[in-house]
């Protein structure tokens, strides 16, 4: 019985002990507390942890891509007439687009789309798709109107720097100065 009883007090003063220890211990500070990361990011041991493609204390600065992908190329707008004629003496125009960057060509479509209705959108997927490795440079888009016996028409064309500090990488870039031709590129993103 007595075995018991200190038994017993042993154990309350066990217990009293990791209570007293546990109410005077003090929660280590947060360090995540009051951090925030941007952009996907996460707080871990109060740094944030980016996602590709951002860096900076929070997460808050885009990392320049070192290539731009393109795999598929949409042409949302090309003009009727060639200036009042048409393109071809009894049909449409066969529309096909040219990256070019300064005078070097770096995709010139394989194929072109037949006798195009300019109330339609016209796909191209780029099969391989491309790489613009300088990304922050100027390129050029064309549109030709391709032609058996002469030389293919010009149609229009853009200047684009295919690279924006600030847009968050869309998966699609509208190529549009509001003039005669219009593009929607289909993008990915390398580091
Ligand atoms: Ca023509
Ligand atoms: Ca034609």
Not at 85 to 93: I, K
Request: with cysteine; proline share 7%.
């Amino acid at each position: 019985m007595k075995k018991n009883y200190l038994m017993l007090i042993s154990i309350v003063a066990i217990l009293t002990t990791i209570l007293m220890f546990n109410s005077c211990k003090k929660e280590a500070p947060n360090p995540c507390e009051g951090v925030t990361c941007y952009n996907g990011g996460f707080c871990i041991n109060g740094s944030c942890s980016c996602p590709q493609g951002y860096s900076g204390p929070a997460c808050e600065t885009q990392v320049t891509p070192t290539k731009i992908r393109i795999s598929k190329i949409e042409i949302t707008r090309f003009p009727a007439t060639d200036g009042g004629a048409g393109w071809d003496l009894t049909s449409g125009p066969d529309i096909y687009p040219i990256i070019t960057k300064g005078t070097t060509v770096i995709w010139d479509s394989p194929n072109y789309a037949e006798n195009a209705d300019p109330s339609y959108n016209y796909e191209f997927t780029l099969s391989p798709s491309i790489d613009l490795t300088s990304p922050t440079d100027q390129y050029t888009i064309s549109l030709y109107d391709y032609d058996d016996i002469d030389d293919d028409d010009w149609m229009g064309g853009i200047y684009f720097t295919p690279y924006s500090s600030t847009n968050g990488f869309p998966s699609t870039m509208t190529i549009d100065a509001g003039g005669e031709v219009a593009f929607i590129f289909h993008v990915t993103y390398e580091w």
